[in-house]
Every structure is written in C-alpha cells, then in structure tokens.
C-alpha cells in the first residue's frame, strides 16, 4: 500500500518561510518524480513544482519561481518544499503526489496516482 505523509505546514507572516515534508512508503522511491500541488477551497488543484525520479531535474510555477525550492532525499524516501518570501496568496492546502509510471515527470495532477492527505499553509499579511 501506498503511502504519502506530509508535515510542516502551519501559519507564517507574509516574507516569512516554511519547509514542508512528505514521507512515501509502499513504493520504490527513487524510480517516481514527485510533485507538489495546492489547493484553495473552490478552486482546482494547481500544480507547484514537480521533481524528477534522481532530483536532477525541476519545475516550477511561475507564481512560486524564485521563491520555492523542492528537493528529495532517496534515502529517506522524502521529498521537500523550502518556501522563502511566502505570500498571502500562497495561502492553501498543500499535496504531495507521487507519479504513477516510473522514471516520468510533469505538471498534470491526473498522471498523479497517490497523493497525501494535505498540509495546511497560511500565510498572514
């Protein structure tokens, strides 16, 4: 079975940073990209930034370039957002997904097959 547990979202001042984790089990780690999302009540899920199966290669929205870095550990089977200079407009819940076919990457939420529960990010003004 597989599983995805995200930590570390939470409440921060506008300019302030935070650094989420999610930890993935039941799958051989190193073989998937990854990729973050988030989502506002209403609204569809948006792509953040996604990573590939040996880290090597990143994507990023635009609204988040810049500003979000996400960066995997293989031996820990973990995957991170480091979000610097955070916005209002950041505020959301935030998903980690693991793709469904091995050693592929991208944007598109449907090529993303499981998925953790959600951290809440709230950015104060």
């Known amino acids: 079975q597989v599983q995805l547990v995200e930590s570390g979202g939470g409440l921060v001042q506008a300019g302030g940073s935070l650094r989420l984790a999610c930890v993935v089990s039941?799958?051989?780690?190193?073989?998937?990209?990854m990729g973050w999302f988030r989502q506002d009540p209403g609204k569809e899920r948006e792509f953040v930034a996604t990573?590939?199966?040996?880290?090597?290669?990143?994507n990023y929205a635009d609204s988040v370039k810049g500003r979000f870095t996400i960066s995997r550990d293989n031996a820990k089977n973990t995957v991170y957002l480091q979000m610097n200079s955070l916005k209002p407009e950041d505020t959301a819940t935030y998903y980690c997904?693991?793709?469904?076919?091995?050693?592929?990457?991208?944007?598109?939420?449907?090529?993303?097959?499981?998925w953790g529960q959600g951290t809440q990010v709230t950015v104060s003004s």
């Open positions: 990573i590939s199966p040996t880290g090597v290669s990143t």
């Open positions: 039941g799958r051989t780690f190193s073989r998937y990209g």
């Open positions: 997904a693991i793709r469904a076919t091995p050693y592929t990457t991208g944007p598109r939420p449907g090529n993303y097959d499981y």
